[in-house]
């Protein structure tokens, strides 16, 4: 698996490392139930922040990516590639698309929705 970060593109490092991972998914060069490498690894091996590789690995293990199996190690998910064609981000705002022109139609101020939003996000609930 070759991938190649670009620290001058205004895409996010971690952007950029779930979305080569997905590609190499899709073109078939790693195959469900191959293994990847540790976190610590792909971070040296790519002068990355640690960090960085983690939360690549957290968002692709979310939309069930990939898949940890503790000190054995991080494997592609056997529902990869159907999973990486999936786009998590663009489903929500979509739905956020839909609400806020609900909300529009009723009158509902920008100002108001905002506020709304915002509420919404910092509820205990969530």
Known sequence: MEITIDIEDPMPLFTQLVEQIKSAIANNNIKPGDSLPSIRQLANDLELNSKTVA????????????????????FVHPDAIVNSKMDLNAEVLATLNQAISACKTAGVTDSEIRIAFSSAMNSKNN
């Open 55 to 74: 939360k690549a690995y957290k968002l692709l293990e979310r939309d069930l990516v990939i898949q940890s199996k503790g000190y054995r190690g991080t």
